[in-house]
């Protein structure tokens, strides 16, 4: 008897953040009570549906084994990740090589997103239980987008179909393996997963996230993430 898809999850965290200026990497940096990646991993440990964590850590990483984790019965993988986040993350695929079946979904989530949310996972697994791809989430976006060169303005673009992508980003086991060694062999630079699917030729799917699923990206962005964690908690 065939079992049933599994969904696995891998978080690169092996970045240094270059543009958060700070010499602690910002998915260290203290938020609320606990590290920002001690956040992003909460609500993955928590759902009764993900079958395991894999993180991808910098080869001298020196806080990730002074953190404390309430795993929930999800187990916790660790890998070393590579000099990019694509290298980071297909580390963890081949890490569950044996152990994922080619029809089992992946997860990936940035580990400097704190603010997830159960819900965008439920709406994610069900959106994508029957693609044969997988799917991400996104935010449309409402800001009007200038095209700039320089420090002057071009072109304003029509925002109707753009959408901002997100994490976590979902597919089958085998396409992820597939579209990421695909683009490392051809040395194409990839910021999202579903950049290396697309590249494929592959109809990537979209489900709308919150809007409070934010990346720690410059030092204020702490005091945002904290607000919206204040928030949640009510």
Not at 25 to 40: D, F, I, M, N
Not at 108 to 133: G, N
Request: with cysteine; net charge negative; charged share 20%.
């Amino acid at each position: 008897m065939t079992r049933a898809a599994r969904y696995w999850v891998v978080v690169p965290a092996a970045g240094i953040g270059a543009r958060f200026a700070s010499e602690t990497p910002k998915q260290y940096t203290s938020l609320a009570g606990a590290s920002v990646l001690e956040h992003a991993l909460k609500p993955l440990f928590i759902h009764p549906k993900l079958h395991a964590v894999v993180i991808a850590l910098a080869p001298n990483d020196e806080h990730f084994a002074k953190l404390e984790f309430t795993q929930h019965g999800t187990q916790l993988e660790q890998v070393e990740g590579g000099g990019s986040r694509t290298q980071s993350v297909l580390n963890g695929l081949q890490f569950l090589q044996g152990k994922a079946k080619q029809n089992d979904f992946v997860l990936v989530h940035d580990a400097a997103r704190p603010c997830l949310q159960a819900a965008e996972i439920d709406d994610l697994l069900a959106a994508s239980e029957d693609e044969a791809v997988g799917a991400i989430l996104a935010l449309p976006m409402n800001d009007t987008v200038k095209r700039v060169v320089g420090q002057q303005i071009v072109e304003t673009v029509d925002r109707t179909a753009l959408w901002r992508a997100v994490t976590p980003q979902m597919f089958r086991f085998g396409v992820l393996f597939d579209a990421l060694t695909s683009a490392l062999a051809a040395n194409f630079e990839t910021t999202d997963e579903a950049s290396a699917v697309e590249r494929l030729g592959l109809t990537v799917n979209i489900v709308e996230a919150k809007a409070s699923n934010i990346k720690i990206t410059r030092q204020e962005d702490v005091s945002i993430a904290e607000s919206l964690l204040s928030l949640e908690r009510g």
